[in-house]
């Protein structure tokens, strides 16, 4: 809360009996110097936050339109209502692929968890790369905001899906780990077919392949973002 002048003390309280499960109406009380409620003769300007309570915006990948509503009235002047509509975006997941290399046939990804900073509970990233994609052994590393350091990490793997357990998240956490290309494999993407001399087979062909990440939490449903190569 942000009072605009000295000498006054803005209060903004709920009224309970126009609270709904879907809005809530406040009121807001301004007080003079001489203790005198909502009297006043100039401008008056002042701030307030409001928290997002809804996991499908501040849980999830998403944009959302908000709608608040204000109403003044007095003895003198009928009341007059205001409203503002702003829309913002979410994002708690995204995964991008950083580089492959050609020579190795290593691809390194990249995953970014939370970038809100918003508290998320019992947060489990799972990453099943294709088949034709093998995970490089002690590659993993998080990145806590707060820390700015990469720490290596083991995750568990289940049938090529890599698990990684984060716990109960407050700040943005980034993941990077690499994998390793089976350059023998029968089912590879279109581009990714090598010959002895670790040239694609086809000159024209784009090398092109998808993998995704999903994030499992308690709020809300699980959140998936898929990266390009």
Known sequence: MITPKTGYT?????????????T????VLIANAAGEMNTFNEMI????????TDPLFYAD??????DNKVAFGSDAIPTLTASAQPQFSSTVLQKSAEGYDYQTHE???????????????????K????EYLRYVENSLTVRYASQ?????????????ELQIEL???????????????????????????????????????????????????????????????
Do not use: C
């Open 127 to 130: 990453d099943a790369p294709p």
């Open 45 to 52: 300007v002042f701030q307030y936050e409001t928290e997002a």
């Open 167 to 229: 716990g109960t998240l407050h700040e943005q956490v980034t993941l990077t780990f690499r994998t390793k290309l089976d350059a023998n494999a029968k089912n590879l993407p279109e581009g990714f077919r090598f010959d002895q001399s670790n040239t694609s087979s086809d000159a024209n062909a784009l090398l092109a392949l998808t993998n995704t990440a999903v994030l499992e939490k308690q709020e809300g449903q699980p959140v998936s973002h898929t990266a390009k190569l």
């Open 24 to 27: 809530q109406d406040y009121e």
């Open 148 to 160: 700015n350091k990469d720490v290596p990490m083991t995750p568990v793997i289940e049938k090529n």
């Open 107 to 125: 691809i390194r990804w990249k995953i970014v968890v939370n970038q809100n900073g918003t508290e998320l509970t019992d947060v489990q990233v």
């Open 61 to 66: 990948n998403a944009e959302m339109k908000f």
């Open 10 to 22: 803005i209060t903004i309280q709920p009224l309970a009996d126009k609270t709904t499960a879907a």
